[in-house]
């Protein structure tokens, strides 16, 4: 069997073409891709629109099926986890967390007990809220993390009853096929379909008759492309796009504790994460002791391949990413900012570039107006704590935003003045199964994870019964 196939229709699928998928740590090519060719996806659509009738009329079996699917996934760590950290660039413990994390969102969604929803109940009618599946879902995945974002999918709609036909990013397909393979040995042939192939792969999907929810996650700008193409079918939507996240200092703040846990929030996955630290706002009276100790730990931390032992940072994950990230870097520096730690490529092959803090820097610059999304950080001082609500929230992003205090009464003051769909307060990106996430403004439509999430994969009918 070629090494890496798609699923269709619970088969094990080569494409009629392939693409190359890049190493970031080597900046070459490692492994290809199948490519996705129309036929392929109109049988990908239509085992998923077949298998819907069986799949959604036993929830018992469904959640019985889940709970298989996370051990399988668990079962497969060691297969799983190399192909992610190749094609992804994270470190191999990242990317076996990775792993256990997507299994804990199926098992999440497998467990999950549901009650009736009888609203009413008297002497002359029952009324009862009945969520039922859509359809067909297509899913669609961003590069950063490439199996949470394909779980954080899967399970809901699976769960509630829903088909998928699933497409990662052109840059890290490989870890989800596999998957795909792993989670074919439990589910019914056509519940869960892989296919990979480019952006236009993605485009067809939108565009298709048989899907009824488009399941997104990536940039704002496809984002926006995503829900014009699901406008003419009326397709239902969740879109989870990116963020500008920014992290408010008070006055009060413990540096050094602060600046650990800032730190790690900015640059987990190289940065590459939706809801991190984006930019950071601290007071004057801080700032130049802030600066100093996130400038400490970006010099602390070791950069390298993330086959390496001991590797806490990897490379980013492409090259238009780095070349935007550097570009970022660049006009930052040329608006008069400083580099106070890190700044430059690694002279090696491969996408790799130093933890970088700049400082002297304000609104305006791109680096701080912008969605960086790679291991360069902006740490802007501010005098007055209303101002610098409304340079927060001065923006189109409303991902999340976190505040940072002795007093956390009075960080969570201001953290409910933040514009955006989480708000956490002495802490940065904790994320879990049961807690509904999703942006405000253009950072997103519709919420992911908990019962929200669940529901946004169904429809309501009301079943009204006359009694009398
Ligand atoms: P991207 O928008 O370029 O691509 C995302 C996916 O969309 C890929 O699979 C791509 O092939 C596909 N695609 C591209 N054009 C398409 C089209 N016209 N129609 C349908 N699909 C299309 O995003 P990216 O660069 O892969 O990911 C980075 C972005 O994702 C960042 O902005 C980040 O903040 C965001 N993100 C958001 C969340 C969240 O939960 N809010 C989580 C992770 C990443």
């Avoid at 939706?274 to 706002?281: L, Q, S």
């Amino acid at each position: 069997m070629p090494e890496h196939v798609m699923t269709i229709d619970g088969a094990a699928v080569v494409g009629e073409g392939s693409f190359p998928v890049i190493d970031p740590a080597r900046g070459e090519a490692f492994g290809d891709a199948p490519e996705c060719s129309a036929d392929q996806l109109e049988e990908a659509m239509a085992s998923a629109a077949r298998a819907g009738g069986p799949w959604s009329g036993d929830e018992s079996h469904r959640r019985a099926i889940l709970a298989k699917a996370a051990d399988a996934l668990e079962a497969a760590v060691d297969e799983v986890a190399p192909v992610l950290t190749a094609e992804q660039g994270k470190p191999l413990a990242g990317a076996r967390g990775e792993i256990a994390s997507s299994a804990r969102w199926l098992r999440y969604f497998a467990d999950l007990d549901l009650d009736r929803e009888i609203i009413r109940d008297d002497d002359s009618a029952v009324v009862e809220i009945v969520r039922r599946p859509l359809g067909v879902v297509a899913a669609i995945t961003p590069w950063n993390f490439p199996l949470s974002m394909a779980a954080w999918k899967i399970a809901p709609a699976l769960r509630a009853g829903n088909t998928v036909v699933l497409k990662p990013s052109p840059f890290t397909p490989l870890s989800s096929l596999a998957m795909g393979q792993v989670l074919a040995s439990v589910l019914p042939a056509g519940v869960l379909n892989v296919v990979s192939g480019g952006d236009e792969l993605g485009g067809r999907m939108t565009e298709h008759p048989a899907v009824r929810k488009i399941s997104f996650t990536g940039s704002v700008a496809t984002g926006k492309k995503v829900a014009a193409a699901a406008a003419p079918d009326l397709k239902r939507l969740t879109l989870e796009l990116g963020g500008n996240d920014p992290a408010i200092v008070l006055d009060d703040a413990d540096v050094d504790r602060v600046a650990d846990r800032l730190f790690a929030s900015a640059f987990a996955n190289c940065g590459q994460v939706c809801i991190a630290v984006k930019r950071v706002y601290a007071p004057e009276r801080l700032y130049g002791a802030l600066v100093d100790a996130l400038g400490e730990r970006a010099r602390a931390t070791r950069v390298g391949d993330g086959r390496e032992e001991g590797t806490q940072l990897g490379p980013i994950n492409n090259r238009p990413q780095l070349e935007r990230v550097l570009g970022l870097l660049g006009d930052a520096t040329d608006h008069g900012a400083r580099v106070v730690a890190g700044g430059h490529r690694l002279d090696r092959p491969g996408y790799f570039v130093e933890p970088t803090i700049v400082a002297d820097v304000e609104d305006g610059v791109r680096l701080v107006d912008e969605e960086q999304f790679g291991p360069v950080l902006p740490v802007v001082a501010y005098r007055d704590l209303d101002e610098v609500t409304a340079r927060a929230n001065d923006t189109h992003f409303g991902l999340g935003g976190s505040v940072w205090s002795s007093d956390a009464d009075r960080a969570e003051q201001v953290a409910r003045r933040l514009e955006c769909g989480t708000v956490w307060v002495n802490t940065h990106g904790a994320l879990a199964p049961e807690q509904p996430f999703g942006g405000l403004k253009w950072s997103g439509v519709g919420v992911e994870h908990g019962l929200p999430g669940l529901f946004s994969y169904t429809e309501i009918q009301v079943v009204h019964r006359q009694k009398a």
